[in-house]
Each structure stands twice: as C-alpha cells, then as structure tokens.
C-alpha cells in the first residue's frame, strides 16, 4: 500500500515563511509527476504548484515567484517552500503523486493516482 505522508504546515505571520514535505512510501517502482494543491474553507482544490521526475516545474499564477516546489528522487519526498506568505494562503495544503507501484514480480503496475492527508497552513497575524 503506497501513501502519503505530508508535515511542516502550521500557523506564520504574514510575511513570514513556512516549509511542507511530503515523502511517499510503501512498495514503489517510479514516481512520475508530484504536486501540492490547496483548499480553503467554501472553496475548491485547486493547484500550487506541480514537478515532473525531470524537476521540471510550473506554479499557479497566485504563488508564482513566492513559492518553491522541489523533489529528492532518492527520498521519493517532495517539498514546497513558501515565502511572503499571504492571509489568502490560507488553506489546507495536499500533496499529490502520479506513480508505478511496484509489483509481486518487481515490475511496475499500473499509473495510480496518491494524494496525502492534508495539512494546515494558516496566515494570521
């Protein structure tokens, strides 16, 4: 069983910055691409930012120039750094992950889709 586990969330001042991980584990054979969403109160999830296993990157217009996303293949972890943060970033923060899971016969299986738990990210003075 492959999941998610996502830390680091917490409460900052505007301003202020704030780092979240998120290692994936279990039986894995790849990871392709990885992704943080968010989701404020009444609001859909949408996306943060997104890295490909080649750490190539792209970042929702709100975040872009404030907020890092960045991957360690070898930890199957990723991570996003978040700078300058903002009242409106406020919001329960998800990582995502598009990966094989390994096999019985050490092979990948097919494409699944993994998201974490969540964690609070709250910007308040």
């Known amino acids: 069983q492959v999941q998610l586990v996502e830390s680091g969330g917490g409460l900052v001042q505007p301003g202020g910055s704030l780092g979240l991980s998120c290692a994936a584990s279990?039986?894995?054979?790849?990871?392709?691409?990885m992704a943080w969403y968010r989701q404020a109160p009444g609001e859909q999830r949408g996306l943060v930012a997104t890295?490909?296993?080649?750490?190539?990157?792209n970042y929702a217009d709100s975040v872009k120039g404030r907020f890092t996303i960045s991957r360690d293949n070898a930890k199957n972890t990723v991570y996003l750094l978040m700078n300058s943060l903002k009242p409106e970033d406020t919001a329960v923060y998800y990582c995502?992950?598009?990966?094989?899971?390994?096999?019985?016969?050490?092979?990948?299986?097919?494409?699944?889709?993994?998201w974490g738990q969540g964690t609070q990210v709250t910007v308040s003075s």
């Open positions: 890295i490909t296993s080649g750490s190539s990157t």
């Open positions: 279990g039986s894995i054979f790849s990871i392709d691409n």
């Open positions: 995502n992950a598009i990966l094989n899971p390994r096999g019985p016969n050490g092979g990948p299986r097919p494409l699944v889709n993994v």
